[in-house]
């Protein structure tokens, strides 16, 4: 008994990110599983911050100016900076609104969105988003606005949290894509980092729980770009204030850590308490630090693209098409081995994997095929394999073909 089978291009799974260390030329289809070397970088220093927003904890990039707020117990207040300089040239007072602990601000087509939801002592219930019309905004002049409300809580908040140092609900990141914000927690607890996501509409709501990353540090600011699809995080790790970002893309959909996880380390800029990121133009971002008795209010340049450009996922349609045909003798295994044979395949080299029911490869075999008009025959030792079903899998540059074999008892 034989099994034979067919194949053109088929959709495979894998790291699609040519920088990674990972890398898999057969990738069809980005798995998240890219892996990276370690990569310091240093962002080149851009100006000093003006003093009075000197405790700059958000920012996003809006009507050809920068904009910014301070965290709690400042004023309510927008500061619009020009790009270049730094310097304030608009405030922005948000008229009977309390500034209990803004920590980002994320934007739309339509409205302005500050997050005020720092969480400090993990125990806090009054979190909310205030919202705010892009259009009640003039061209220049200090003036008040009004604001719509967004409340919510946490789907996994359990109670009152004894200790700071184990709170997993605070939270400085927010960003806007489509109809929903997302945010991303800051964990002093586990160093880790939820995403959870909400209705932008004003209202009450319950957070919806999305997803958990090893961020292996406290994520203090966020900004989606959108023209690239990518996602920018900044932070710093936890007592050794150590800074860094995440760049999140090739993801699917907005399942925001199902895709590329590159990690930068900062480790020599001397602004450590890096809380805003905003892209200004394509990938080009400003990251901003508070100030500290040991530092000033900073301002640095940043550049993705170095990291997120030719990443690339490949797909079908970029691939020529080509058939091959696989037959496997016995297909009911009952001795030592199977042969595999190979007809009409083009030259070139080849893969052949054995997995099991939980996908995992137990016999691997390269081979190089040069004729394309001989048959190509190799053998796969089968003796050790337990009763069970498997997947007889074969992959070349272009195609890949899959076939179910059974193994059983002798």
């Not at 990938?283 to 690339?312: M, P, R």
């Amino acid at each position: 008994m034989f099994i034979t089978g067919t194949g053109f291009a088929q959709e495979t799974y894998g790291c699609a990110d040519p920088k990674a260390k990972n890398y898999n030329v057969l990738a069809t289809s980005n798995d998240g599983s890219c892996s990276y070397k370690t990569t310091i970088y240093n962002p080149p220093f851009k100006y000093l911050l003006p003093d009075e927003v000197k405790e700059t904890s958000g920012l996003i990039y809006f009507d050809n100016a920068i904009w910014t707020i301070n965290d709690g117990g400042n004023f309510p207040v927008l500061y619009k900076l020009n790009p270049e300089t730094g310097d304030i040239i608009q405030r922005i007072t948000v008229t009977n609104a309390k500034n209990n602990d803004w920590e980002d601000l994320a934007q739309d087509n339509e409205f302005i969105y500050i997050g005020d939801f720092g969480n400090n002592s993990g125990n806090r219930k009054d979190l909310r988003i205030i919202k705010i019309r892009k259009d009640d905004i003039p061209e220049s002049g200090d003036l008040g606005v009004s604001y719509q409300l967004i409340e919510f809580s946490y789907p996994d908040y359990q109670g009152r949290i004894e200790k700071k140092k184990e709170n997993n609900f605070d939270c400085e990141a927010l960003i806007c894509i489509g109809d929903s914000l997302y945010l991303f927690s800051k964990n002093r607890g586990d160093a880790q980092t939820k995403l959870y996501r909400l209705p932008k509409k004003a209202g009450i709501y319950n957070a919806e729980l999305i997803d958990t990353f090893n961020s292996r540090g406290l994520v203090t600011g966020a900004d989606y770009n959108e023209s690239s699809k990518e996602v920018t995080l900044v932070g710093y790790t936890n007592k050794t204030w150590q800074p860094f970002i995440w760049l999140l893309f090739n993801y699917k959909d907005n399942d925001l850590f199902s895709g590329n996880k590159r990690r930068i380390e900062m480790l020599n800029i001397p602004a450590t308490q890096t809380e805003g990121i905003a892209y200004v133009e394509n990938k080009n971002c400003i990251i901003t630090s508070e100030g500290h008795k040991l530092f000033s209010q900073t301002a640095y340049d940043l550049k993705t693209g170095k990291w997120t450009d030719e990443a690339v996922i490949k797909t079908n349609e970029s691939r020529e098409l080509t058939a091959f045909e696989v037959t496997a003798t016995p297909g009911t295994i009952t001795n030592e081995k199977i042969v595999v044979e190979i007809n009409n395949a083009p030259e070139g080299n080849y893969l052949i994997n054995l997995l099991n029911e939980e996908g995992t490869i137990i016999v691997s075999k390269e081979i190089k095929i040069k004729n394309t008009l001989q048959s190509n025959r190799t053998k796969l030792k089968t003796h050790h394999l337990k009763p069970g079903i498997y997947k007889l899998q074969v992959i070349s540059e272009f195609s890949i073909i899959d076939i179910k074999i059974t193994k059983i008892e002798d």
